[in-house]
């Protein structure tokens, strides 16, 4: 079972930046994928990105393409989500997932620890 931390939620204005964080233990990390999910109140969970267990491969919902980059750092057990040009669709609870391989998908199905989440509130 891996443990998931994320930080790095909070309040932001419009047109801001944000990078969330997420520590994983374990000693396989780079064998698994990593994603990101959101989920705003009375909302589905969204897809928000994935990185490969590499690093090499990463891809994106299209509501934040072009806006939001996802990374990890192997050495330290680490996944980020660089967040710009927020807007206040992107206020929701921020989920880190691993997945069950070393490539992810945008299926909630493909993955299988959830951290607690972090909260990102983008105010107008």
């Known amino acids: 079972q891996v443990q998931l931390v994320e930080s790095g939620g909070g309040l932001v204005q419009a047109g801001g930046s944000l990078r969330l964080s997420c520590a994983a233990s374990?000693?396989?990390?780079?064998?698994?994928?990593m994603g990101w999910f959101r989920q705003a109140p009375g909302k589905e969970r969204e897809f928000v990105a994935t990185?490969?267990?590499?690093?090499?491969?990463?891809y994106y919902g299209d509501s934040v393409q072009g806006r939001f980059t996802i990374s990890r750092d192997n050495a330290k057990n680490m996944v980020y989500l660089h967040m710009h040009s927020l807007k206040p669709e992107d206020s929701a609870v921020y989920y880190c997932?691993?997945?069950?391989?070393?490539?992810?998908?945008?299926?909630?199905?493909?993955?299988?620890?959830w951290g607690q989440g972090t909260q990102v509130t983008v105010s107008s």
């Open positions: 997932t691993t997945g069950r391989g070393p490539f992810g998908s945008s299926e909630k199905t493909a993955y299988n620890n």
């Open positions: 374990g000693r396989t990390f780079s064998s698994y994928a």
């Open positions: 990185i490969s267990g590499s690093g090499g491969y990463t």
